[in-house]
């Protein structure tokens, strides 16, 4: 590993929270993870409540290179002792390498417990060894929400809408903006070289309303191909939305050509260019200068159907936590990212939502916030992002230019065959 910077140490204090009182004065922990700038002074806040509880020596280092740099150091018998892992995939090829060590044993069981949507979370970090057999190796700490629509209380308010909770009721209310004069959507797929990705968010969304959790696994994996019937009829579920002239401000054919950065500017101007607008939580971001969320905007959750009892299947991506260098201080870091206080650390820093259903709502940083952790606390079931478990051809290239493809008129059929195509051509 590249030099490390300290997180902080304290002396060894005994605590109920870690399970059991262990003393790590004098052992160095060492972090690495993609967290940079104002997010490494968050997380190395998180890691020096760990260190006042242990007495341990804990260093974090980020890098913006992450997933290189953790092979390399793994190859070089050099890695850290805790990584943290943006997406499932590549933790799934290290451990089948024999590069990460599987969570104690019970770990599993605390997941299923004390997380929303519990086997989810256990079935996303659980993978093959290198002897073949399936273990616990990753526990999720610090989750993202993609299941969301954002829109402008008092548009809805002085239109007399109300907040659908059904897939039902979203389509109808989108019928009644048309009907009423409106534009129900703004929807935009630009992003330069990766011009297309907020279609697959839709695509994946429409999988998990559609079809079972089991399914949407096959379909990540490929066991279920992609020209697959209920793939494709999920591409057409939002393709309801996206290439219906009457739904999209600009009409389907501007789509494909509106930046997604720019695509929520509509909810704000007056008269409303549209009411809706399906993105995941960081899109504030981009929304006009002075928007407070909560007030100027706000969101919903993306609503299951009411007659499919697929429950309320929620969207989203996270960070995994896994030991790639064994070692008492490791197992007992992930220890203290059980408790609460590990949790409610960053919760009160802000940017970050939780499936541990025992933290103290109060101490998220805002409302908004703790609203929309209800919203994964709520959840069913829970899946990652698919593009970014799909191989890199496929997740972050075919896929893009298939959505593009496929909103710009093309069959969904065709589309979904010339992705299955590209993904064969990998194998």
């Avoid at 599987?102 to 417990?113: E, F, N, Q, S, Y």
């Avoid at 616990?136 to 007399?160: C, I, Q, R, T």
């Avoid at 996206?242 to 930046?259: C, E, K, L, Q």
């Avoid at 969101?299 to 008492?328: H, M, Q, R």
């Amino acid at each position: 590993m590249k030099k490390f910077l300290c997180a902080g140490t304290a002396v060894f204090a005994l605590t109920a929270g870690l399970g059991h009182a262990q003393d790590l004065a004098g052992e160095q922990v060492t972090v690495f993870g993609p967290w940079l700038g104002p997010d490494q002074e968050t997380v190395e806040k998180v890691l020096a409540g760990f260190a006042a509880k242990t007495g341990a020596d804990v260093r974090y280092v980020g890098s913006d290179s992450f997933e290189q740099q953790i092979m390399v150091d793994a190859e070089a018998g050099s890695a850290p002792n805790v990584a943290v892992f943006p997406q499932p995939g590549l933790a799934s090829d290290m451990a089948a390498r024999g590069f990460l060590t599987p969570l104690k044993d019970g770990t599993d069981a605390w997941v299923r417990d004390n997380y929303a949507a519990g086997q989810s979370w256990v079935d996303l970090g659980t993978y093959a060894g290198a002897d073949g057999s399936d273990s616990l190796y990753g526990f999720f700490y610090k989750v993202d929400v993609k299941s969301l629509v954002w829109y402008s209380p008092e548009n809805f308010e002085d239109a007399g809408y109300d907040i659908p909770s059904t897939m039902e009721e979203l389509k109808a209310l989108s019928d009644q903006i048309v009907a009423d004069g409106g534009t129900p959507w703004c929807i935009g797929l630009g992003s330069g070289g990766a011009t297309g990705w907020p279609a697959t968010d839709w695509v994946e969304d429409m999988m998990l309303r559609t079809q079972s959790p089991a399914d949407y696994d096959a379909w990540v994996s490929n066991e279920m191909k992609f020209d697959d019937p209920k793939v494709i009829a999920a591409i057409e579920e939002f393709g309801a939305f996206a290439r219906n002239d009457d739904y999209v401000a600009g009409g389907a054919g501007a789509v494909a050509s509106t930046d997604f950065r720019d695509s929520p500017k509509g909810l704000f101007a007056s008269p409303p260019q549209c009411y809706m607008h399906r993105q995941a939580s960081f899109i504030p971001a981009f929304f006009p200068e002075g928007t407070e969320v909560g007030a100027d905007a706000d969101f919903f959750y993306f609503p299951a159907y009411a007659d499919k009892d697929l429950g309320a299947p929620v969207l989203g991506a996270g960070t995994l936590w896994a030991i790639t260098n064994e070692s008492a201080g490791a197992h007992a870091l992930v220890e203290y990212l059980k408790t609460p206080e590990a949790h409610e650390a960053w919760m009160a820093l802000g940017g970050f939502l939780t499936p541990h259903k025992g933290v103290d709502r109060a101490k998220f940083s805002d409302e908004p916030t703790a609203k929309m952790n209800d919203i994964l606390l709520g959840a069913t079931t829970f899946r990652f992002d698919a593009s970014d478990l799909m191989p890199g051809g496929v997740g972050a290239g075919s896929f893009w230019t298939g959505m593009v493809d496929y909103a710009g008129g093309k069959d969904a059929g065709e589309v979904a065959s010339a992705i299955q195509q590209s993904w064969d051509g990998l194998k």
